[in-house]
């Protein structure tokens, strides 16, 4: 369920992606936050573009791998609580790392987030679908309903 790489430059050095070809394995934002702390670690908080651009090439490694890796995407550690004002103009400002992290750094894909009933946030990884507005639905940020399976 997911291969362990450390890097020695910051400030969490070892991370773990999981992907599940058989989308009967992928689960959702409480599941895969449990999955984390269960192995020792956190849903990931990404903090810098650095650290953005570094998961990004493993997704691409992970993709070059001939794994089969195809469009799905991943659950970070980015959700938002505070449901009654989640129709207003504060709701981008709501949301929070859940390893409790203050990082300012978002990534958000245009438009986005919509708020609403989407209160966990996934990093796209859609390479087969067609470009929206934003450009390709990789690796910027979407917030989803919580229950989805990623």
Not at 87 to 99: G, I, M
Not at 103 to 115: A, G, I, L, V
Request: include cysteine; charged fraction near 20%; charge should be negative.
């Amino acid at each position: 369920s997911g291969q362990k790489v450390c890097y020695g430059a910051f400030k969490r050095s070892c991370y773990k992606l999981a992907y599940f070809q058989d989308l009967s394995r992928r689960v959702g934002f409480q599941e895969a936050r449990q999955a984390c702390e269960m192995d020792g670690g956190a849903l990931l908080s990404l903090e810098s573009e650095a650290e953005q651009q570094l998961i990004e090439s493993m997704l691409q490694n992970l993709t070059k791998s001939g794994s089969g890796i195809s469009d799905g995407d991943f659950w970070i550690g980015l959700w938002r609580s505070g449901d009654g004002l989640a129709t207003s103009s504060l709701c981008p400002d709501l949301y929070q790392w859940a390893d409790g992290s203050i990082s300012p750094f978002r990534n958000w894909y245009t438009d986005e987030p919509s708020c609403g009933s989407e209160a966990c946030v996934v990093m796209y990884h859609q390479p087969t679908a067609n470009p929206g507005l934003g450009g390709p639905y990789l690796y910027q940020w979407n917030d989803d309903r919580c229950n989805m399976k990623h």
